[in-house]
C-alpha cells in the first residue's frame, strides 16, 4: 500500500474559514482594547488639564481676594481717613487708560478708591465701560481688588540701614501701620515727600509718614473677568484674564494679563456678616458697596473646559449651576469635556 498519499495533511475550506474567523475576532478585540486605551488616555489627560487650569485659575483670584484691602497694616474701614493720596498721583491716576470707572466717575477717583477694596459687578448688572466688548464673556462676573503687595519694596525702621528701592514711575503706599499716602515716585524715593497731600480743607501737607519706623508698598489694583481669544487654530478658546496697573508706562494703563485656558465662566458669592467677628451668616451675589466692606468670605464658582475637540464623554448638551447662575449652557463645543470648580476664601483684612 501507498503510504505517502495517507500521510499528506491540509486545512480543509472549512477550517480554513473558521482560523480566518478566529482571527479576525482577535484581531477586533486587540484594535477595540487600543482605541478604548487611546480614547481613556485623551479623557485622562483632558480632565487632568481642566483640573490644572481651575487650580491656577482659582488660586490667582484666591490670593488676590485673600489680600484685597491690605494697605500695610491700616485698616480697610480706615482707609478712606487715614491714608491720603497726593495730588500727582491723582492727575497721573487720571490720565491713565483702560481703567474701567464707571461713566460719570472720573478716572482718579474710581483707580485710586482706597475706600473699596473690592469692586463686583454680577452678571446681570451694567458692565464696566473697557469689558463692554464682544471678545467679553456674557453671563460671568467681573471682579475688581485693590490691594498693596505682600512684600514691603521699601523698609525704615530707623535702627538700621534701610532695605529695598522703589522705582521711577510706580504708585506706592507708604505706612506706619497707622497713617499712610499713596504716592507716584518721580525720579528718586523721599521719606519726606512728597508735600501735596491734600487735607480735609484741601490744603496741602507733607504725605505722611515723614519719620521712620515706615515701609513702602507697591500699589497693585486687578480687574478679573473671562474672555475669548483667538488662538492659531483660529477657535474662540475662553480663558480668564486679569488688567493690572502698569504704572510705568506713560501714561499709565491698566494692560491685559491672560492666565488660565479653558475658563468658560466666573461666579462669586459673598459671605457677608455683621459688626464684630462674626463669621458669614449669608451669602449674596448682589452685595452692595456697605456689604462688600462686611464680606468676611467669598466662595468662587468656575466652569473650565477642555482646550482640545477630541473627547468622546462631552458636556456640550449639559447645562451648569455656578452660584446665583442657574441652567447656564455653554456655547456648544465639539468633543470637550466641562466641570465645575468650587472655592471659598476668607477676606482677613475685613473684620473691624
Known amino acids: 500500500m501507498n503510504t505517502s498519499r495517507q500521510q499528506q495533511q491540509g486545512l480543509t475550506l472549512v477550517e480554513l474559514m473558521i482560523a480566518l474567523t478566529l482571527g479576525l475576532i482577535v484581531i477586533a478585540v486587540v484594535v477595540g482594547v487600543f482605541f478604548s ?32 484691602g491690605y494697605w500695610g497694616g491700616v485698616r480697610p ?42 469692586a463686583f459687578r454680577n452678571h446681570g448688572e451694567t458692565q464696566l465701560p473697557c469689558l463692554v466688548d464682544a471678545s467679553v464673556q456674557a453671563n460671568t462676573d467681573v471682579l475688581v481688588i485693590r490691594r498693596v503687595s505682600g512684600i514691603a519694596a521699601y523698609s525704615d525702621d530707623g535702627l538700621g540701614a534701610a532695605t529695598g528701592a522703589t522705582q521711577q514711575g510706580r504708585f506706592y503706599v507708604k505706612t506706619n501701620q497707622n497713617v499712610g499716602s499713596l504716592f507716584r515716585v518721580g525720579t528718586s524715593f523721599d521719606l ?3 508735600a501735596d497731600c491734600p487735607d480735609a480743607d484741601g490744603i496741602s501737607e507733607t504725605c505722611k509718614p515723614a519719620t521712620t519706623p515706615v515701609q513702602v508698598y507697591a500699589y497693585t489694583p486687578q480687574i478679573y473677568y473671562v474672555r475669548n481669544y483667538l488662538r492659531s487654530e483660529g477657535d474662540g478658546m475662553p480663558i480668564l484674564c ?106 482677613k483684612n475685613f473684620h473691624p
Request: charged share 20%; hydrophobic share 40%; with cysteine.
Open 37 to 68: 486605551t487611546s480614547q481613556n488616555s485623551r479623557q485622562n489627560e483632558a480632565l487632568a488639564a481642566v483640573q490644572d487650569n481651575a487650580r491656577f485659575a482659582l488660586d490667582a483670584i484666591a490670593r488676590d481676594l485673600a489680600m484685597a
Open 77 to 118: 474701614i480706615d482707609a478712606a481717613l487715614n491714608i491720603r493720596i497726593s495730588a500727582a498721583a491723582r492727575a497721573a491716576a487720571a490720565t491713565a487708560t483702560g481703567t474701567c470707572g464707571p461713566a460719570g466717575e472720573s478716572p482718579d477717583v474710581w483707580l485710586l478708591d482706597l475706600a473699596s477694596p473690592l
Open 192 to 194: 519726606t515727600g512728597p
Open 242 to 347: 486679569r488688567r493690572y496697573l502698569e504704572d510705568t508706562a506713560s501714561p499709565p494703563a491698566m494692560r491685559e494679563d491672560c492666565l488660565a485656558e479653558g475658563v468658560e465662566n466666573l461666579q462669586v458669592e459673598w459671605g457677608i456678616g455683621s459688626q464684630g467677628n462674626n463669621p458669614a451668616e449669608r451669602y449674596t451675589s448682589t452685595p452692595t458697596v456697605d456689604e462688600l466692606l462686611q464680606a468676611r468670605t467669598a466662595r468662587i464658582h468656575v466652569l473650565v473646559r477642555s482646550t482640545t475637540g477630541n473627547v468622546q464623554l462631552s458636556g456640550d448638551t449639559k447645562t451648569f449651576t455656578l452660584g446665583d447662575l442657574t441652567n447656564f449652557e455653554p456655547t456648544p463645543a465639539t468633543g470637550v469635556v466641562r466641570r465645575g470648580f468650587t472655592a471659598t476664601v476668607q477676606l
